[in-house]
């Protein structure tokens, strides 16, 4: 760093240093900016908002972050016990005490077992714990569930979050004193709603990514009796919706008079359950929902089950009424889409919410839309978290020349992409994606090299798209290894962001491998899909041997393709950092050991 660089950084308050550590890892703290100066030291030091995201720090690093953080500076601690994650729940008992994390505001466990996990309780029990988010491993039982249960009896804890795709969260025997006011749950069904909004009389939003009413022959949910209950409620999330009916919606949103958000996300349902209905609609929110402000909603059903009659214009025409448009202010969207076998019509709201979006394979099936407002062609602002994108020239043709009279979208809050990557002569494609994706939630990005692409370099479009994932941290390569795979392998970890710590590619020659891993020293996991695991481990021992590499190395066995296919195995490689990274450090640590007394590490 030169001495005018210094000296503008040591210019700054300290609180405008501490925003800037807010963005930043644990690692680049530490381990970059801490040992530059005095001033800079003494931050870090000092500062008390420390993020420790275990899944992302090398395992070299642990003693030495144990030795130089103070616990008390801690707000956030993820773990995960995945087999991905190299047993990170004995490393963390290992090198810290959990008890000393008394300013511990957030705690993120993936995958923990039971024993763990009562570790964990006891101390929470004690701090000022907020937000508490879990993801239980395989071989989850009942003590999993009542020690959960236990954790939402503290006091100060507002947020949950349980992240298991399975209906296990019906087991759970909700506290009698909680204060919950937020809960996220991936998959439960609709008793599990009711018994959950009885509960909690404190909660305010309820999301639920898996929703399924697996009563789907019953007009009556819940006992009519229960006239008394009263909730806070004024967000409801269903993010995926299925066996669900109008009339079960009706009943479960009648008791909710407070709700000022709803999402209501169906991916296919019946026409005669009349959730196209804009008419009903109207009605009931105008009696039972006079808070709502925010209506989400999106319904696909297939042409084949609807009567002749129905067309597109008449399903929108109830969705043109002043309290839609002059009281309500909502844009509604319908499509008829080509399907495979059949048509179908996709009734939706403004700015459109989908979980998976694959374009252009979705704008293509679209034969007509038409919208509750005036025509126009503004793009549509899609709220995606997993988005498959095709790039090739006749997509890149088409957006650019407006040749195209579907509409055009930009995707927001992406969080896993996948890149297939066709027919590709230049860099305007991968420029492209800045003009309909925002990728600074990206979090996972799958790069697919189509057989026979027309692709000379990537290099320039490498550097292009990694500068628009700043938050970036997994990477999976598919390509062909033959002259024009392996152009497109090494432009790739050419460009490669420090910030990138996992790796994932299927590989026929170790080779291919050890060049990988020759070329990304900062990687943390590395997992190779191999037909030979014995000739795997047995040349990537001896390479980490030559090179002075330390990983630890483990290997799963995955299902066979097809009868008579050879196994398959996924190895894993978890690296201490690299022999160049450690020196480096040691010597920046040397240096502060020379202006301060106290000892940097």
């Given at each position: ?99 000393q ?12 077992e ?13 701090c000022?714990l ?51 006011k ?9 008793e ?28 009556v949910?819940?006992?009519?009796s ?32 407070a ?32 808070l ?20 597109i ?19 509604i969207?319908?499509?008829?889409e ?15 919410f ?28 899609a ?19 407006n ?111 050890i060049m ?66 450690q ?5 920046k640590?040397k ?11």
């Amino acid at each position: 760093m030169s001495t005018t660089n210094k000296s503008h950084l040591a210019a700054l308050p300290i609180e405008v240093i501490y925003q800037i550590f807010d963005y930043l890892d644990v690692e680049t703290i530490l381990f970059s900016i801490r040992c530059v100066s005095k001033q800079l030291y003494s931050v870090a030091t000092t500062y008390n908002r420390y993020e420790l995201d275990f899944r992302y720090i090398f395992q070299s690093d642990l003693p030495v972050i144990a030795r130089i953080i103070n616990p008390e500076n801690v707000v956030s601690i993820t773990i995960s016990d995945e087999l991905c994650a190299n047993n990170q729940v004995n490393l963390f008992f290992s090198h810290f005490r959990i008890d000393q994390f008394i300013r511990l505001h957030s705690l993120n466990l993936i995958k923990v077992e039971a024993h763990d996990l009562n570790k964990f309780k006891d101390h929470i029990m004690k701090c000022s714990l907020r937000t508490f988010s879990i993801s239980l491993d395989r071989f989850h039982n009942t003590m999993h569930m009542s020690l959960i249960s236990s954790i939402l009896s503290h006091r100060d804890l507002y947020n949950f979050e349980f992240k298991e795709f399975s209906n296990v969260i019906s087991e759970m025997q909700w506290p009698n004193q909680c204060s919950l006011k937020h809960v996220t749950i991936y998959e439960c069904h609709l008793e599990t709603i009711y018994h959950i909004i009885t509960r909690l009389p404190y909660l305010q939003t309820l999301a639920i990514e898996n929703f399924c009413n697996n009563s789907f022959g019953t007009t009556v949910v819940i006992d009519d009796s229960d006239t008394d209950l009263r909730t806070n409620l004024t967000s409801l999330l269903l993010n995926r919706c299925t066996n669900i009916r109008m009339n079960h919606v009706e009943a479960l949103l009648s008791r909710l008079p407070a709700l000022k958000h709803l999402r209501l996300l169906v991916p296919r349902c019946e026409y005669k359950n009349e959730l196209f209905d804009g008419s009903r609609w109207e009605e009931f929110i105008r009696s039972k929902l006079s808070l709502l402000n925010k209506f989400e909603f999106s319904f696909h059903v297939s042409k084949h089950w609807i009567p002749n009659d129905v067309t597109i214009e008449s399903l929108i025409a109830p969705f043109r009424t002043p309290f839609w448009l002059e009281s309500k202010h909502w844009c509604i969207k319908c499509d008829l889409e080509k399907q495979i076998h059949h048509e179908a019509f996709h009734l939706y709201s403004l700015p459109l919410f989908q979980n998976y979006f694959s374009c252009p394979e979705y704008r293509n099936r679209i034969r007509y839309s038409i919208l509750n407002v005036a025509e126009n062609s503004a793009t549509i602002i899609a709220n995606t978290s997993e988005l498959f994108l095709e790039l090739n020239k006749t997509m890149f043709s088409e957006s650019h020349e407006n040749v195209n009279s579907t509409p055009s979208y930009f995707f927001q809050n992406v969080k896993i992409l996948s890149l297939i990557i066709n027919q590709i002569g230049s860099v305007d494609l991968i420029e492209y994606i800045s003009t309909v994706a925002n990728l600074s939630s990206l979090e996972k990005l799958t790069l697919v090299l189509w057989p026979k692409t027309e692709i000379i370099s990537f290099n320039a479009s490498a550097k292009i798209l990694f500068n628009q994932a700043s938050n970036l941290r997994s990477i999976e390569i598919v390509c062909d290894f033959d002259t024009i795979g392996m152009i497109f392998m090494n432009d790739i970890l050419s460009n490669l962001p420090r910030y990138v710590k996992h790796l994932e590619t299927s590989i026929q020659n170790v080779e291919h491998a050890i060049m990988m891993l020759e070329r990304t020293e900062y990687l943390q996991i590395a997992k190779f899909q191999v037909t030979n695991a014995n000739e795997f481990w047995n040349h990537i021992t001896q390479w980490l041997s030559q090179s002075g590499r330390k990983a630890t190395i483990k290997s799963d066995s995955l299902l066979h393709r097809y009868v008579g296919a050879p196994p398959i195995s996924m190895m894993y490689l978890w690296f201490s950092k690299s022999m160049n990274k450690q020196r480096d450090t040691s010597v920046k640590e040397k240096r502060m050991k020379l202006m301060h007394t106290s000892d940097c590490s």
